[in-house]
């Protein structure tokens, strides 16, 4: 990275997470003042690189939210920033390894993200525990309106978010949907189901209970009497 010319570069990715496979690419950040073009592919030696720029501003902002997260209960205008991708970025960030950094900077952001003070776990907890429950009230929805095939992928996407906020709780923080089973593999172990199962059913439940009985939709089951319980146990 030096020899062209470039002072502040890293790499991440699934592979520098302990994640990826033979034929995961690797992600080459660039870290400038002003971006001067869009993500570039190279390939080299059969193996593809992803060479994309990032401006020092808006690093620091990311790096900011990390150390300055305080959402509460009645405040929670900050996770307005802490987008997937946002989240998806910063944990490439945490997990990477500086190649060039002509004066520290970039390493010293680094320790920073990822030093005990950092906040990095309860802002990833709290995006992931969020995304959750918005789709299980979503799933909720779409089993009113009868749009069941809507409901069975809203509800695999919650139980999803949900086996995400798990892991970060343990801290296994990288954010791609991608490599799930294999963190869930080598952090928790066995089947996600009965971990997380019964959680999504009691925030369903809470929904339902939250609307109240009134403008509920009655729905069809066997014998046609109505049917009330969650998604996974019908």
């Known amino acids: ?16 997470a302990g994640l990826g496979s033979p034929k995961s690419d690797t992600d ?27 401006t020092w501003a808006k690093l620091d902002e990311l790096a900011e939210l990390v150390m300055d997260y305080r959402v ?22 945490h997990y990477g390894h500086v190649l ?18 950092s906040r990095l776990k309860d802002l990833l907890i709290a995006r992931h525990a969020i995304d959750m429950g918005n789709l299980v009230e979503d799933v909720d929805g779409a089993i009113q309106s009868g749009d069941l095939a809507c409901a069975d992928y809203q509800a695999r996407e919650a139980v999803y978010r949900g086996a995400e906020a798990l892991l970060a709780s343990k801290d296994d923080l990288y954010v791609n949907t991608k490599w799930l089973w294999a ?18 059913r009691r925030r369903w439940r809470r929904s ?27």
Do not use: C
């Open 1 to 16: 990275a030096s020899e062209a010319g470039l002072s502040s570069v890293y790499v991440g990715g699934a592979p520098l």
């Open 28 to 54: 080459v950040f660039v870290v400038v003042d002003s971006v001067p073009g869009d993500t570039e592919q190279v390939i080299q030696d059969g193996h593809r690189l992803d060479v994309e720029y990032i």
């Open 72 to 93: 509460t209960p009645l405040d929670m205008t900050q996770l307005t920033r802490a987008s997937r991708s946002a989240l998806d970025f910063i944990t490439r960030f």
């Open 100 to 117: 060039a950094d002509h004066d520290g900077r970039l390493a010293s952001l680094q320790s920073r993200i990822s030093s005990p003070e």
């Open 183 to 200: 963190k869930w593999n080598r952090t928790i172990g066995g089947s996600i189901s009965p971990a997380l199962g019964a959680a999504v």
């Open 208 to 234: 339902r209970r939250g609307r109240g009985a009134r403008g509920r939709r009655r729905l069809p089951h066997r014998g046609g009497q109505r049917d009330d319980r969650p998604p996974g146990r019908r």
